[in-house]
């Protein structure tokens, strides 16, 4: 069956928190499908605002998962968190349906969509602070399909279901999810994190 994502931006203190979730986005919102390769590509505008989120002072640096709902739960002090769920919880009241947003979701959503946030599509950086690397995010052409770089270094759960990132049939190399949970933040001039370790960016993929 089809694994489903959902990126959400953790709090610093998520493992102890009785609500770790800081901010998340719907994909559903930006006319996109929630399986991984649904979405993760260049010129997207539901992977631009998720850029954008990354980019605000509030959330800059905070811990962040795409995080599919067949990932393991993440053992803590305070037992076994199922992020996908307390993502859930921070965009919906009660179950999955487009008129019991959270009152936090909707005033997250309603100031995304007044931003500017597509011009975080595309040439930016994505900053790893944990582990003090970054990705050129490549610049968007028309007619050309190119894999964004965010969503597969920083998902849990690939793999596990059809729509996941895959090749011939094969899960692919070592980044995929090696960002997850690490303090992930988004800019446009890479000056202030040049002494970083600049990882590639760039995946092969049976749509192209």
Not at 180 to 200: L, M, P, Q, S
């Amino acid at each position: 069956m089809g694994q489903y994502y959902q990126p959400t931006i953790l709090k610093k203190n998520w493992k102890t928190a009785k609500n770790g979730v800081a901010a998340s986005l719907k994909c559903y919102d930006f006319d996109n499908g929630a399986k991984l390769m649904e979405h993760s590509y260049v010129g997207n505008y539901f992977v631009a605002a998720v850029s954008y989120l990354l980019s605000l002072d509030k959330y800059f640096g905070l811990p962040f998962v795409w995080c599919g709902d067949y990932a393991d739960n993440i053992k803590t002090n305070l037992g076994e968190r199922n992020i996908y769920d307390e993502g859930g919880d921070f965009i919906y009241d009660e179950g999955e349906t487009n008129t019991n947003r959270t009152k936090a979701y909707n005033e997250l959503f309603s100031s995304v969509k007044k931003a500017n946030y597509q011009e975080w599509g595309d040439k930016v950086y994505l900053v790893n602070l944990t582990k003090k690397q970054y990705v050129k995010v490549p610049k968007y052409k028309e007619n050309e399909w190119a894999v964004h770089p965010l969503p597969l270094l920083t998902c849990d759960g690939n793999g596990r279901g059809c729509g996941d990132y895959m090749l011939d049939g094969y899960e692919l190399d070592s980044r995929i999810g090696s960002w997850a949970f690490d303090r992930i933040g988004v800019v446009k001039d890479i000056a202030d994190y040049k002494d970083f370790n600049e990882i590639d960016g760039h995946w092969e993929s049976d749509m192209m």
